[in-house]
Nanobody, 128 residues
Framework: VQLQASGGGLVQAGGSLRLSCAAS????????MGWFRQAPGKEREFVAA????????YNEDSVKGRFTVSRDNANRTVYLQMNTLKPEDTAVYYC??????????????????????WGQGTLVTVSS
């Protein structure tokens, strides 16, 4: 599986961006897809994840209510719509795929060690 993330950029606080992550592989639709981010000097942080059936989980503390994760299985793409962006959202955003089958996104979706393939990351910078 290969992942290609895009859509990052510079945006003012309060603005929006939509990140995309295009995946290769025939069984994309069966996998849990996740978004993580890493700010300078900080550890990688879970953002959101979505199951093959569309069940979603979010980092409740930092992005709930502002970010929405979605997927288009036909086009093998997962999205992260980010609204009401804040300077603290500034980070490199990574998409990842967990190739475990028959797993529950609420159980493993927020754990980066449950993911097997990672995209190269896309930088999001939010100015104040």
């Amino acid at each position: 599986v290969q992942l290609q993330a895009s859509g990052g950029g510079l945006v003012q606080a309060g603005g929006s961006l939509r990140l995309s992550c295009a995946a290769s592989g025939q069984t994309f639709s069966s996998y849990i897809m996740g978004w993580f981010r890493q700010a300078p000097g900080k550890e990688r942080e879970f953002v959101a994840a979505i199951s093959w059936s569309g069940h979603r989980i979010y980092n409740e503390d930092s992005v709930k209510g502002r970010f929405t994760v979605s997927r288009d299985n036909a086009n093998r793409t997962v999205y992260l719509q980010m609204n009401t962006l804040k300077p603290e959202d500034t980070a490199v955003y990574y998409c990842a795929v967990s190739t475990y089958l028959h797993t529950i996104v609420a159980t493993i979706g927020s754990n980066p060690y449950e993911y097997h393939y990672w995209g190269q990351g896309t930088l999001v910078t939010v100015s104040s």
